[in-house]
């Protein structure tokens, strides 16, 4: 089975970081964040793997290289000018087509999570998989009467679920992918129409999508305890 990994944005909202990297060579806990997913997906048992690189592609390029310091393989597709997120899986078909496999993982170049991909796994349909919506803000609970009587941060709202950036995908996707766009708008609405999607739901996992320059800080301190989970 193989991994991809979407690697070619420009992360804009982690500026100034990425003006001299792209955003999955940010470090967490001095470690890139591609090197953390690349490890997640080892630990797995995925060691094919393919990176879509754009921005700053040589410094992925020079720092994973062929993949086998970390125990994998790994290839590259490279955009010559920004495909969007469906659009760069789009540019990957040749390689994952040639697989004898039903399907890939999929991930974010953003993404930290300490999930099994393999429970998204369906031999004949694709998964996506959820987390639930965690609140920006601590919310203040109250009584009947209006009283404050305590305080919570930044909670999980139970029965609202975000896309986690992490699938199994069978190579059905192809036909829904567009040459240029992304995935999110394109081929998941498209797909949810015909009913060829499931959602997976994660509860007890730890996931953190690196969006924000305070997301690198509170990364860290969460992966502190579950370190040994991911790879």
């Not at 060691?47 to 290839?75: H, P, Q, R, T």
């Not at 540019?91 to 930290?112: A, Q």
Request: charged residues 25%.
């Amino acid at each position: 089975m193989k991994g991809v990994i979407l690697a070619g944005g420009l992360g804009k909202r982690l500026k100034p970081l990425t003006d001299d990297k792209p955003k999955p060579m940010i470090e967490v806990m001095n470690i890139p964040i591609i090197e953390w997913q690349i490890k997640w997906f080892k630990k797995h048992n995925i060691n094919e793997i393919i990176i879509c690189v754009g921005y700053l592609k040589e410094n992925i390029l020079d720092y994973i290289g062929s993949g086998n310091k970390f125990g994998v393989k790994v290839a590259y597709v490279v955009e010559e000018k920004p495909l969007g997120t469906g659009g760069a899986l789009k540019n990957s078909e040749l390689l994952l087509n040639s697989s004898i496999d039903t399907g890939f993982f999929m991930t974010n170049g953003d993404v930290l999570t300490d999930l099994n991909p393999y429970d998204l796994y369906d031999e004949k349909s694709s998964g996506i998989a959820l987390v639930p919506l965690r609140s920006p803000y601590g919310v203040v609970q109250l009584n009947e009467e209006n009283a404050v009587i305590g305080f919570e941060e930044k909670p999980e709202i139970k029965n609202m679920w975000i896309n986690a950036g992490i699938y199994y995908f069978t190579k059905d996707i192809f036909e829904c992918l567009p040459e240029v766009g992304n995935l999110e708008v394109t081929a998941l609405p498209l797909m949810a129409r015909e009913n060829k999607l499931r959602g997976v739901k994660f509860t007890k996992n730890f996931w953190r999508s690196i969006d924000s320059h305070k997301d690198i800080e509170e990364a860290a301190k969460e992966l502190a305890t579950v370190n040994n989970n991911i790879h």
